[in-house]
């Protein structure tokens, strides 16, 4: 099993930036692509980004909401695959939302979901 653990969300001005991390614990190796939806009031969940996990060169790939100010990657300086963060740069009021970190295996099935982070944009 895979549990997903994320952090980052809270209040920001339109503008403003955001910094979302999630990190995985359990069966890593079942982790073939890590995602990020969203999903703000009375709407259905969207995908954000999505990130490959397998290989060492990292593919991302971005919903038109995301291109140009959104960008997903993975690692840090001590783990060149984990967390999987989201920066979030000129973060407009309709980015409004609850962000969800999520895993898929090879089938692109989903094995987890995050418990979500809010998002909040307004001045």
């Known amino acids: 099993q895979v549990q997903l653990v994320e952090s980052g969300g809270g209040l920001v001005q339109p503008g403003g930036s955001l910094r979302l991390s999630c990190a995985p614990s359990?069966?890593?190796?079942?982790?073939?692509?890590m995602a990020w939806y969203r999903q703000a009031p009375g709407k259905q969940r969207e995908l954000v980004a999505s990130?490959?996990?397998?290989?060492?060169?990292?593919?991302?790939?971005?919903?038109e909401i995301a291109k140009g100010r959104f960008t997903i990657f993975r690692g840090n300086r001590m783990n060149n695959k984990y967390p999987v963060s989201l920066q979030m740069i000129f973060l407009k009021p309709e980015d409004t939302a609850t962000y969800y970190c999520?895993?898929?295996?090879?089938?692109?099935?989903?094995?987890?979901w995050g418990q979500g982070t809010q998002v909040t944009v307004s001045s």
């Open positions: 999520n895993a898929q295996d090879d089938s692109g099935a989903t094995i987890a």
């Open positions: 359990g069966n890593l190796y079942s982790i073939v692509t």
């Open positions: 990130i490959n996990m397998r290989g060492d060169e990292a593919r991302a790939s971005y919903a």
